[in-house]
């Protein structure tokens, strides 16, 4: 079997280190490079225990991993480093697939934004992938089987672990400080809040806040609607829409974060109805890591190399 080789560029990350073990587990992909300024020289196997052989991180400049002759480059950085990465892969291998993790990409029209329960009856073969924000991917998901009965904007209250904040050090991943706190910030026009009223076509408010527990996110959702509604009602329009996709399960009860942690997939539940019956709250769980960036972007390199979409990624 010809396998496809794939390059990480950002590969120190909480992220990166999700992706190699994808590609680890992969039987159709390869892991070509991974690029790191800060573990240049280190064996991967040193850090990844799921991945086998010699290879080492290397630091690879933009024309480098522009010319590297990969199948598939997946950019892990922060938002506002893609673009020159990107300039470099369209000058010298402009078909290679791009799957950006960043924000750079997620409001161009060039790019397929992946969000594959929702998106990929639209994708065409598009070679620049754009991996949805991890809390945006739990706001979707959480609104989309109701959008066309909301009577305003939804309002949603997440939580995420410290990994969400990455690997420089800052407030929002300092365990010292978010011991016993919750910590908020960006409470308007956070990055993600725009990108899901985009892609949803309505108005979104989000607040986001950052916890002590390292992994996984809660997106507590409010929403009014123009006409009554029944749980149960609500409950088998979550299951129709989403029914065949192995990767959400639809629950009773409102999903907890500690059970989704380590997990690729998405609970949604909680289903509660407020009194006069046009106030619905929803709940929904992911691993930031996982469903979020790492699971999501597997899902779209499947895709786009038209192999079956949740190969490597385990359901249960």
Known sequence: MNKKTVGIVGARGHTGAELIRLIARHPQLELGFVSSRELAGQKVSDHIAEFSGDMRYESLSHEQVGSSGMDAVILALPNGKAAELVAAIDAQAPDTVVVDLSADYRFNEDWYYGLPELTRSRYEGQKRISNPGCYATAMQLAIAPLLDQLAGPPQCFGVSGYSGAGTTPSDKNNPELLRDNLMPYALTDHMHEREVSRRL???????????????????????WLQQPVKVEAIRDLYQQRYAGESLIHILEEAPWVSRIAGRHGVEIGGFTVAPGSKRLVVVATLDNLL???ATQAMQNLNLAFGFEELTSIPTE
């Not at 076509?201 to 929403?223: C, D, Q």
Request: charged letters at 10%.
């Open 201 to 223: 076509g309505v108005p979104v408010e989000f607040m986001p806040h950052v916890a002590p527990h390292f992994r996984g996110i809660t997106m507590t959702v409010n929403l």
């Open 291 to 293: 469903k979020g960036a």
